[in-house]
């Protein structure tokens, strides 16, 4: 009842588990073209995994994750929210160039995070967001065009 997971524009593929329910992928967001407004074509995608939870410590509490991401650095790449606001993260070697990313790039090894939040309600959202384009500006490979998670614990 609170995970839902979206994407635009359809068809899209939605964050999902893989078979032994070890982590959740965002797919791979390649190929999926489309004509923009002005009839080009276009693979910008965001999609979005969302969790609501309810921190009921009062001194509040914290979201535990391990994510891996593939894309073209600082353009695509995993922008964490919590309760519609970018999250920024501390790490900014992972994060690449553009601040709103939480990883971008080629990141083939498992990072860890830990995320505070205070005590009530929140909208966790996890969305992996691709620009236009489908290979680097430098023609360098992007991967898979996907972000992988490993949701610890919501310490609550």
């Known amino acids: 009842d609170n995970v839902a ?30 004509k923009n407004a002005w009839g080009y074509n276009d693979e910008t995608v965001d999609v979005s995994l969302s969790l609501i939870t309810q921190i009921t410590d009062l001194t509040g509490g914290s979201i ?28 900014t070697a992972s994060a690449g160039r553009n601040p709103k990313m939480w990883g971008s790039g080629l990141l083939h090894k498992w990072r860890k995070s830990i995320i505070d939040l205070p005590f009530g309600r929140h909208d966790i959202r996890f969305s992996y967001q691709k620009d236009a384009n489908q290979y680097s500006a430098d023609g360098t490979d992007v991967g898979v065009d996907g972000a992988y998670l490993k949701l610890s614990l919501i310490h609550i």
Request: glycine share 12%; with cysteine; aromatic share 14%.
């Open 64 to 91: 535990r994750f391990e994510y891996r991401v593939e894309s073209e650095k600082g353009f695509d790449g995993l922008v964490v929210y919590i309760n519609g606001m970018t999250q920024a993260n501390p790490d």
């Open 5 to 34: 997971t979206y994407g635009t524009p359809q068809p899209c593929s939605p964050w999902k588990t893989d078979e032994f329910g070890k982590m959740i992928s965002s797919g791979n967001q390649s190929g999926y073209p489309h």
